[in-house]
């Protein structure tokens, strides 16, 4: 799992965690700058490792923020951390699922078309357009990398998948072309959560989904 601290400042008490979704960059969440909370994102889940709470023990409040695929990988990684708020975005702890996930066969459809015809299509459809993919300082990675970390990843979550954290929130975009929205609407309202809001699959594109939730 790569690691990047796009803040950090030992003045800053709390501490911003972003899980992120399959065949992300930290360029998705760059653009985020909270004020007096250190940044950490999580990507490339090709191999995983819980989150040792000792690591943060100096933040006064950690809020995590999980996508997509990202909810799974921190339903593993995150169960440990003494979590202040827990955001699930477009996704949920079950993503290879026929009741609340993706069906298998669309994900391996998906790793198909990639060897096929690249990363343009999928995309298309997560980012509401390629004109809508975040710039920032980190490089893309090789699409050899992104369909091994989709393989691992709908194996993985696919032969063990269950909901191990206290979600305070979780967001259900309703564009969202890559996760079906009823199907999120299904596990999260069973759960008693579940806010609808207008985006395609990338949730970030508004800075206060994630604002919005800090300082409090």
Known sequence: MQEDWLIQDEKNEDLVIFM????????????????GCDVLALCDHREMAPLAPERFARYRRIYLFAWSFGVWVAEQCCRDLPLHKAIALNGTPFPVDDRWGMRLRVVMRTMQGLARVGMNPFNEKAYGGVRYIPDGPFADRPIEAKIDELTILAERSKADSAAHLRWDAAYIGTKDEIFPPDKMRDYWHSVGLGTEFESFHYPFADADIVLRHLND
Not at 20 to 33: S, Y
């Open 20 to 35: 992120l979704g399959w065949a992300a960059t930290p360029n998705a969440v760059c653009h985020i700058k909270p004020a």
